[in-house]
DNA sequence: AGAAGAACCTGGTAGC
DNA sequence: TGCTACCAGGTTCTTC
């Protein structure tokens, strides 16, 4: 499941691969559900044939390619997306959902369970998209600092591990970051968010800054789906602490690993050291 | 406006 | 072996 540290990686590889490249051919998936919130397909194919790739930025969990027409081509990955360059010879994957062939390679994008999003966004309008214009600043800008959580949080009731997946206080922290990100502030991720200390505001920002920084050296977690080239996974699995540890041994103070939902989301703490 | 829960989707797996 | 039931979770939608 693509969050950020993954999306991150996944750009790194994808940019000097596919930048400068002119698109050909478009194959698009008929009735796709990842065009779901976009233009028809032939009008994306329309759009894109012809086109260089400029570059390819990052927003939250969404990849952004910026085209030479201005506009833009805005990815995300869901839960089971994967996207890589491929040779041209490559077969597309089952549940191929979109293929670009460019110049010298082709951009493959397969997601089995479509919970992904393919959007076309026209230039100058990126900032003002309804899925990009919500989004909380990026973890690792100083934007997201203690001062801006706190102002935030105050007066909040709902547990501070549901807004950390909302995106809007901070974007690209998905259910494995949020609890890695608690255990590390040693808070409890259902805790009200508007009761949560300054220091602890403080620890969680650090936290999260380290956690999201870490996994993006290690190129990410692979759990079970994600890859950021084909076969290669992400390196941040083994330095979980909590996140699928149920009934493990906590690795701080050794008292056991426990699991709840919160948010709707299965989550992993430690009442041992995190309170 | 905020909170909570459902819905979307399908491969994998636990249980029988 | 084969069947059913449930779970995984990012985002959006609906309801309160």
């Not at 670009?100 to 026209?122: A, W």
């Amino acid at each position: 499941m693509p969050e950020l540290p993954e999306v991150e990686t996944i750009r790194c590889c994808l940019a000097p691969k596919v930048t400068g490249q002119v698109v050909g051919k478009v194959r698009v998936k008929r009735g796709s559900r990842l065009l779901r919130d976009t233009v028809s397909g032939p009008a994306l194919v329309r759009a894109l044939i012809g086109r260089k790739i400029e570059a390819v930025g990052r927003r939250g969990k969404y990849l952004i390619f910026t085209l030479s027409s201005g506009d833009f081509l805005v990815i995300h990955l869901g839960m089971t997306g994967l996207i890589y360059a491929a040779a041209k010879t490559e077969p597309s994957p089952d549940h191929t959902h979109f293929r670009l062939e460019l110049t010298d390679c082709s951009l493959i994008l397969s997601d089995p369970r479509t919970f992904g999003r393919i959007l076309y966004v026209e230039s100058g309008k990126l900032a003002a998209h309804p899925a990009l214009a919500r989004l909380g600043p990026e973890p690792l800008d100083p934007a997201f600092n203690p001062a801006w959580l706190e102002s935030r949080l105050a007066g909040r009731t709902a547990p501070i591990k549901a807004l950390l997946l909302g995106q809007g206080l901070v974007a690209g922290i998905g259910n494995i970051y949020a609890d890695e990100a608690c255990f590390r502030a040693r808070v409890l991720p259902f805790r009200p968010a508007g009761e949560l200390s300054p220091l602890e505001i403080r620890a969680l920002v650090k936290a999260i800054k380290a956690v999201i920084g870490k996994s993006i050296e290690c190129r990410g977690t692979t759990i079970r789906d994600y890859q950021w080239d084909m076969g290669q996974s992400g390196d941040f699995g083994r330095r979980l602490k909590v996140y699928g540890r149920e009934g493990k041994t906590c690795p701080r103070c050794q008292d056991k690993v426990n699991r709840m939902m919160v948010g709707g989301r299965s989550t992993f703490f430690c009442r041992g050291c995190q309170s």
